[in-house]
C-alpha cells in the first residue's frame, strides 16, 4: 500500500529564511511523481512543484525546489527567503500508475507553516 | 476557460438524504479525481475517473459513487447521508501522468 508521511505538524520559520518541510513516502512502483501544493486560509488548492521518479536533477521552481533522494525515498520541498505570504499549510503528494494506464494520486496529512515576521 | 467549478459551495444535509456534488471541468482532462478534506487528514481520495466510463475507487469509497459519462463532468453521489461524511469535497482534474492535478473551490457539506 503506498503511503505520504510528513511529520511535521506545523513549522515556524522567520521571514526571509528557508525551511525544509519533509517528505517520505513508500511505493514498490518504479514509476511514479511526486508534488507539493499550497493551501492558504482560503481553502483553494494551489501546484507548486513536480518530480518524477526517474528526473535526475532536483525540480526548482522559482523559491521551491524539491530535494529528491530516491534511495531514501524521501521528497522534501525547500522554501527559500520565506515570506509571510507563504504562511499556509503545504501537501506532499504522489502519484502512481493503477490498472491500464491509469493512476492516481495520494495525499500526505500536510505541514502547516508559519512565517514570522 | 473556467477550469474546474463544484457546485453547491455548501449544503447541509439531514441524515439519510442523498445528493450528487456536480464537478464539472472545460479543459478536456481525461482524469478526473474527488478527494474529502477533514481536519489533520489531508485530502484523501475516494473515486478517480482514466476516462469517460472508466472509474476506479480510491482510499475511502464507502457512501460515495461516481459515473463519468461524458470527458467534462464527474460527479459524486452521496446515496444516505451520514455525520462522518461532513467534509469538505475537492474535484481535481489533470491532463496526464506527469502533470499538476487542477483543484475545484471545493464544496463543505455538513450531514446531522
Known amino acids: 500500500a503506498q503511503k505520504i508521511t510528513q511529520t511535521q505538524p506545523g513549522m515556524f520559520v522567520q521571514e526571509k529564511e528557508a525551511v525544509t518541510l519533509d517528505c517520505t513516502y513508500d511505493?514498490?512502483?518504479?514509476?511514479?511523481?511526486l508534488f507539493w501544493y499550497k493551501q492558504p486560509s482560503s481553502g483553494e488548492m494551489i501546484f507548486l512543484i513536480y518530480?518524477?521518479?526517474?528526473?535526475?536533477q532536483n525540480a526548482t521552481e522559482g523559491r521551491y525546489s524539491l530535494n529528491f533522494q530516491k534511495a531514501r525515498k524521501s521528497a522534501n520541498l525547500v522554501i527559500s527567503a520565506s515570506q509571510l505570504g507563504d504562511s499556509a499549510m503545504y501537501f506532499c503528494?504522489?502519484?502512481?500508475?493503477?490498472?491500464?494506464?491509469?493512476?492516481?494520486?495520494?495525499f500526505g496529512a500536510g505541514t502547516r507553516l508559519f512565517v514570522k515576521a | 476557460n473556467a477550469g474546474v467549478t463544484q457546485t453547491p459551495k455548501f449544503q447541509v444535509l439531514k441524515t439519510g438524504q442523498s445528493m450528487t456534488l456536480q464537478c464539472a471541468q472545460d479543459?478536456?482532462?481525461?482524469?478526473m479525481s474527488w478527494y474529502r478534506q477533514d481536519p489533520g487528514m489531508g485530502l484523501r481520495l475516494i473515486h478517480y475517473?482514466?476516462?469517460?466510463?472508466?472509474?476506479d475507487q480510491g482510499e475511502v469509497p464507502n457512501g460515495y459513487n461516481v459515473s463519468r459519462s461524458t470527458t467534462e463532468d464527474f460527479p459524486l453521489r452521496l446515496l444516505s447521508a451520514a455525520p462522518s461524511q461532513t467534509s469538505v469535497y475537492f474535484c481535481?482534474?489533470?491532463?496526464?501522468?506527469?502533470?499538476?492535478?487542477?483543484f475545484g473551490p471545493g464544496t463543505r457539506l455538513t450531514v446531522t
Open positions: 503528494a504522489m502519484r502512481e500508475k493503477v490498472g491500464t494506464g491509469g493512476f492516481k494520486t495520494i
Open positions: 479543459m478536456n482532462h481525461e482524469y
Open positions: 475517473s482514466v476516462g469517460a466510463g472508466i472509474t
Open positions: 511505493t514498490s512502483d518504479q514509476s511514479y511523481g
Open positions: 518530480q518524477g521518479s526517474y528526473d535526475e
Open positions: 481535481a482534474s489533470s491532463y496526464g501522468t506527469g502533470y499538476e492535478q487542477y
